[in-house]
């Protein structure tokens, strides 16, 4: 399968996927960064997944909790503008999947387990952060940003040099 191209309708429909997670996550950090009294903590303190132990910790201490949440808000804000723009977007992927993996065990959905946390609907280990955890993955191995997207200049300058 080694040198197959995609077609111009997958290539589109792969940046629009990217666009499109970028936006979510993007739109996440701003509304965190403009409302003055979200915190992390209770989502944290509410962990009931693997890494509990670890999120517990962490809001128990309002200097790592602070520490979280900056980075949480700057973080959801960064990678999604990256994704949208298509600049350093493997490493945006990677940190996009990274951040979803840890939203993910903090609260796996199981039969049984009812998070605090208000949800959209009824789980079983599937979620919208695991289905976009997983779409983040396909554009990792399908990377658009090269042909659409300011990776397109970024690696051109490098191979002029």
């Known amino acids: ?47 009931n997944g693997p890494l509990s132990g670890l999120y517990v910790w962490l809001a128990s201490n309002p200097t790592r909790l602070s520490a979280v949440d900056w980075l949480n808000k700057w973080g959801l804000v960064i990678i999604g503008l990256a994704l949208i723009l298509g600049l350093f977007t493997h490493w945006a992927t990677l940190a996009g999947m990274a951040l979803l993996a840890l939203y993910y065990l903090g609260n796996i959905p199981f039969i049984g ?46 191979e002029a040099q």
């Open 1 to 47: 399968m080694t040198g197959t191209r995609i077609t111009d309708a997958q290539l589109v429909t792969l940046v629009a996927l990217r666009w499109l997670i970028g936006w979510h996550l993007m739109y996440e950090g701003v509304a965190k960064l403009l409302n003055p009294y979200w915190t992390s903590a209770g989502y944290l303190a509410a962990s």
């Open 113 to 158: 387990t009812q998070s605090p946390i208000p949800t959209e609907g009824s789980y079983l280990i599937v979620n919208k952060t695991l289905v976009e955890l997983a779409a983040l993955t396909v554009l990792l191995v399908f990377p658009t940003a090269k042909t659409i997207g300011l990776d397109r200049w970024i690696g051109r300058r490098g």
